[in-house]
Structures are given as C-alpha cells and as structure tokens.
C-alpha cells in the first residue's frame, strides 16, 4: 500500500481502493488532500489490470468537504486572500480539475459511503458510478453552499437533479437542506445498503469490495469501458457545461469575501448546519 497518511492507494484483486483517512476531522479535506485524493484517481485511471476504483473512508463520516480549518487560510495575508491570483489557483484550478478527473475516470468508479457526505464531496461523489452506503439512517448529503456564500461545486448543480430529481436538488442547493439516506434511497441514487449491519467501517468496506468484485468478476472488461463511455457522453454536455459556470461564480464569490467570513465562523463553532 503507498500512501500519504491522510489518503491512502493500494491495488487489489483487480480494483484500485482510496481511502480519505482523516477521521479526526470527519474526512474533511484541506487542499492538499483533494490534490492528493485527484492524483490517487488519476493514478488508478492509469492502472492496467483493474476494472473498478473504489473511494472508501474511515471513522463515522465519509467527508465534512472543505476543511475549514485549514491553518494556512489563516495564516493568508488579507490583500492576497482577496485576490485574484489565489483563488484562480486555489479555487478554479483545482476545482475543475478535480471535477473534470473524476468525470473522465474511465473504471467503474463505486463510493463505499460509511456515513455523511458534504461539500465539494458531494459534489465528487455524485460523480461515482455506483453508490454503496452501510446505514441509510446515518447518511445524509448536504451541499451547504447557500449557507457558506458559496454556489455549487464539483457540478452538483448538474448532477444533484440528475441523480435526484429537480425537487430534491432544489432542496439541496437553495435552501442547502441535508438530503436524508431514505431520500437518497428513494430516488435511486444508492444502489445498495447494508441497514447499518457493519459494526466497523472497515468491515463495510470489505463487502462492498467482495460486492463489486462478484459483480465485475465474469464480465467482458472492454464492453464494460465502452458502456461507460456511451453512459457518459450522455452527461458529460451538463457536467463541463456546470463545471466552468460554477468555478466563474465561485470565484465572484470569494473575491466579494463571504465564505472567508463563514470558514471562520464555523472554525470558531460560531455558526452550525442546520441539519
Ligand atoms: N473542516 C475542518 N474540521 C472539521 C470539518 C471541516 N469541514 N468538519 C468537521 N470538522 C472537525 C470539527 O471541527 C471537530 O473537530 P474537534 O473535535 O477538534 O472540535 C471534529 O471534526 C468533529 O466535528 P463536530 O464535533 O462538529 O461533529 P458533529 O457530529 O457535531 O457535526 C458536522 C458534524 C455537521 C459535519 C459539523 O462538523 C460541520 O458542520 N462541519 C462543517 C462542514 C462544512 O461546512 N464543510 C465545508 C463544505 S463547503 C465545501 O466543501 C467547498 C468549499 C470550497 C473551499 C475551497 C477552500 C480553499
């Protein structure tokens, strides 16, 4: 296994596995581990002999999104942390990359979902093929944007109605409710759940790549690639079209200065989500 310690990679049986491995922090990721979590699945796209690429986690949240609390968005003098130059770089570069790697992956891509799920996450993880939770009445996505002056990222604003309905999206992104795991259950998004019988979410994890494993084992790999491809080209118009609005908006965003405000109230637990 190679691994930075807060996200890990390891090839097994045919399958790439990445786990976020920041459980103190409920897998919330600061900058550097979205970069780290986009390399792994860069990495894992390159892989010759794997079919499938599964984004598991650790502890009881699969991931708190942004890390709010990253010291060096502190530490940032104030003309630079209203800046073109750094937001450019922080926020559009990565955020479309990113977005952009995980659309194109070409395996299939399975989240092994051990609990909630938030921010540019849910953004990520709208973009796995297929979604595997362990306790539906322990997750929830929330996509709080509205609440941190913030718009949609990682083309949630294309993907929430795709995968949940306009109403459930709606939901989501203008009045940045938590979508619950029955919700999500409902309307298709996850393809399986397990009624919270893993104790630990290492053992979650162990099915759900036993599960993915049985499901690929006799299938034709090439057939399977191409399907992705055609399934694909049917969204990708709405996810690049997404991807390129949403970081234009973001960063009018960050340059007006709202969410440095609400990143700060929520390290000092000032405010909270409504969930
Ligand atoms: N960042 C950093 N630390 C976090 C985060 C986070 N996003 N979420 C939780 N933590 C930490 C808490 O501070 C706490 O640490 P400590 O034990 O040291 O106090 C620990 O994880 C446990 O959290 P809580 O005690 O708060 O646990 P609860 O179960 O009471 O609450 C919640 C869980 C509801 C998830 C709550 O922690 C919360 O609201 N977290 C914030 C979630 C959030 O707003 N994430 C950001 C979303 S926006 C986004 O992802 C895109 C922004 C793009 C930014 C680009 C920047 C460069």
Redesign the pocket.
């Known amino acids: 296994m190679s691994e930075s310690a807060d996200v890990l990679y390891e090839v097994r049986d045919r399958t790439a596995i990445i786990t976020l491995n920041i459980p103190?922090?409920?897998n919330?990721l600061n900058?550097e581990q979205y970069l780290q979590l986009g390399k792994f699945v860069e990495r894992a796209n390159e892989e010759e002999d794997t079919v499938a690429t599964i984004i598991q986690s650790t502890g009881r949240?699969f991931s708190?999104?942004?890390?709010?609390?990253d010291k060096k968005?502190q530490e940032i003098d104030a003309e630079t942390l209203f800046s073109h130059e750094y937001w450019l770089e922080?926020?559009v570069a990565r955020n479309v990359w990113l977005t952009n790697v995980f659309n194109n992956h070409k395996k299939i891509l399975v989240a092994a979902v051990n609990g909630?799920c938030?921010?540019?996450?849910t953004g990520l993880l709208l973009l796995c093929d297929l979604v595997y939770v362990n306790d539906i009445n322990k997750f929830y996505l929330l996509a709080?944007?509205a609440n941190?002056g913030?718009v949609a990222?990682g083309a949630s604003s294309a993907t929430l109605f795709m995968r949940l309905g306009w109403s459930k999206a709606s939901e989501a992104l203008l009045l940045a409710k938590p979508i619950s795991g029955q919700d999500c259950y409902n309307v298709g998004l996850i393809n399986k759940h397990y009624e919270g019988k893993f104790k630990t979410t290492e053992e979650f994890n162990q099915q759900v790549f036993k599960d993915i494993y049985d499901a690929f084992e006799n299938l034709h790999e090439d057939s399977i690639f191409q399907n992705k491809q055609l399934l694909k080209q049917q969204r990708d118009v709405y996810i690049n079209n997404a991807n390129s609005n949403e970081v234009q908006r973001g960063l009018g965003k960050w340059l007006e200065g709202v969410p440095q405000t609400r990143f700060a109230q929520?390290a000092m637990k000032e405010v909270?989500?409504k969930?």
């Open positions: 103190k922090r409920l919330a900058g949240f708190a999104g942004a890390n709010f609390a968005l922080r926020f909630p938030i921010g540019l996450s709080p944007f941190l913030l990222e929520l909270k989500h969930l």
